[in-house]
């Protein structure tokens, strides 16, 4: 389960290497990029099955926060004051942290 802050919106945007005024294009851009990383790793050998379907498990959570970043707004009804009051369950593969290439992310919204 993600929690999620609006003050923490510039240390995950400075983690993952996005300026956090480029919005959703550098979130598209950062996750395609993290997928090429993830996918040559696994090609090449360098991760076993286990490291890599953690790595996309990882990968999906990291888009899921950063599109709960970019989707609150401060007249959504789901914040209290600088908190988002929003919860995301990975369900299945992803709750299980057991991900490949084509699995899609069940999540569960809770607000």
Do not use: Q
């Not at 696994?42 to 790595?55: N, R, S």
């Not at 988002?84 to 699995?103: H, P, Q």
């Amino acid at each position: 389960m993600l929690g999620f802050s609006r003050k923490s919106a510039t240390e995950f945007s400075f983690y993952l290497g996005i300026p956090t005024l480029m919005g959703a294009g550098a979130y598209s851009v950062w996750k395609e990029r993290e997928l090429l990383r993830i996918a040559a790793r696994d090609l090449v050998g360098l991760d076993a099955i286990e490291a890599t379907g953690a790595a996309l498990a990882d990968l999906a959570a990291d888009v899921l926060h950063g599109a709960c970043l970019l989707a609150a707004s401060d007249d959504d009804p789901l914040h209290d004051g600088d908190e988002l009051r929003l919860a995301v369950i990975g369900m299945g593969k992803l709750g299980g942290r057991e991900l490949n290439y084509s699995s899609d992310v069940d999540v569960m919204f809770v607000g």
